[in-house]
Each structure stands twice: as structure tokens, then as C-alpha cells.
């Protein structure tokens, strides 16, 4: 049986906790960084975890995740 194929797409941008819960970064971090506060970017550094009506898709881009 061959080996299945990973979304390379998909696993820059998600990691399976060890609960098998997928983890994801938060978007608007990369410009216009000056016109947004403090507080705001603090906010988006921390990660966040993708909605579970998402969750099922993501696992099928990452099968050995």
C-alpha cells in the first residue's frame, strides 16, 4: 500500500496537540503592523485552536499528524 500524502500547505500552518486537537496561529500579524495597538498584536501572538466543524478537513490534509 503506498504512502499517503501530507498538504504541505496544511502542515506549515496547523500542529495536533497531543489531545489530537489542532492548533493554529492567528491571521493579521504580518503588516501594517503600526496602525495596530499594542494590546492588539499581544492578542494575535498567542495561538488558537481551529473550530471543530473545521477540525475533521484539516486532520484529512494531515494524515500522519
Do not use: W
Not at 16 to 40: A, P
Request: net charge positive.
Amino acid at each position: 500500500m503506498p504512502k499517503m500524502k501530507t498538504n504541505r500547505a496544511a502542515k506549515k500552518r496547523f500542529k495536533i496537540t497531543g489531545s489530537g486537537k489542532v492548533r493554529r496561529s492567528k491571521g493579521g500579524l504580518n503588516h501594517c503592523m503600526q496602525e495596530k495597538s499594542s494590546k492588539r498584536k499581544r492578542r494575535l501572538r498567542k495561538n488558537d485552536m481551529v473550530d471543530s466543524t473545521m477540525e475533521k478537513r484539516v486532520k484529512l490534509m494531515l494524515p500522519y499528524g
